[in-house]
């Protein structure tokens, strides 16, 4: 049996970090893309766009983020998809993603005072021109505290990646423990680890929510 230091360990770990940063930005780029057409789509008033984006929300909040990964890797096999674990794993979060912070982002929307439209109406601007100049900007101030602290929920969410055998940090732990047999020691660096990610980011929101609450 080889034997391990704790820098070995350590070392190993850190590379499969990488792959969980990489993951968790994807995901969070890539869902607030979607999200955010999906609020437009919301907010734009086509028939039946506002209930397929709820039904989308619904879905994928509704559902554990477990089974959307297994489908996501499996279910397209189905139809003939060779697909790989880091790309399903994408897929899923980013989808997962998209749903939460639509829902984030509606909120926000909706906490601006029903006036503003109003007003933004009176000035003859397009349903674009009243997103654009008059409520975006104002929810933005509103929705980047909870979008930067649900970034957190994105990052501990990239564990899961590990059943379909995306190699981030928890799998990394996994396959370092049974070589080692030390899960205690393993387990608790790759604590540390999603902590040293995660303190940051929920610190980060914190002090935004506070800087924005003063600038009001």
């Known amino acids: 049996m080889i034997d391990f230091t704790l820098w070995d360990i350590f070392r190993n770990?850190?590379?499969?970090?990488?792959?969980?940063?990489?993951?968790?930005?994807?995901a969070f780029v890539g869902g607030g893309i979607v999200g955010l057409l999906l609020l437009i789509a919301r907010l734009s008033g086509v028939r039946g766009a506002g209930r397929a984006v709820s039904a989308y929300v619904?879905?994928?909040?509704?559902?554990?983020?477990?089974?959307?990964?297994?489908?996501?890797?499996?279910?397209?096999?189905?139809f003939g998809i060779n697909t790989s674990?880091?790309?399903?794993?994408?897929?899923?979060?980013?989808?997962?993603?998209?749903?939460?912070?639509?829902?984030?982002?509606?909120?926000?929307?909706?906490?601006?005072p029903k006036g503003q439209w109003e007003a933004?109406?009176?000035?003859?601007?397009?349903?674009?021109?009243?997103?654009?100049?008059?409520?975006?900007?104002?929810?933005v101030r509103?929705?980047?505290?909870?979008?930067?602290?649900?970034?957190?929920?994105?990052?501990?969410?990239t564990a899961l990646a590990s059943v379909i055998g995306f190699i981030e940090l928890t799998k990394a732990g996994t396959m370092i423990t049974n070589a080692t047999f030390k899960p205690f020691v393993v387990y608790s660096c790759v604590a540390l680890m999603y902590f040293?990610?995660?303190?940051?980011?929920?610190?980060?929101?914190?002090?935004?929510?506070?800087?924005?609450k003063n600038e009001r």
């Open 13 to 26: 770990l850190l590379l499969a970090l990488r792959w969980t940063v990489a993951l968790s930005l994807i």
């Open 58 to 78: 619904q879905l994928f909040q509704g559902t554990p983020l477990l089974m959307q990964l297994f489908l996501a890797y499996f279910g397209l096999a189905l």
């Open 85 to 112: 674990a880091w790309i399903a794993a994408a897929l899923a979060l980013t989808f997962y993603t998209s749903a939460y912070l639509t829902e984030i982002w509606r909120g926000c929307v909706d906490a601006i």
């Open 120 to 139: 933004a109406k009176s000035l003859a601007l397009n349903f674009g021109e009243q997103l654009r100049h008059i409520v975006l900007p104002q929810a």
């Open 142 to 157: 509103i929705a980047v505290p909870p979008t930067v602290g649900f970034l957190v929920q994105v990052i501990k969410g």
């Open 196 to 212: 040293a990610l995660c303190f940051p980011v929920s610190l980060y929101a914190r002090q935004l929510e506070r800087k924005l």
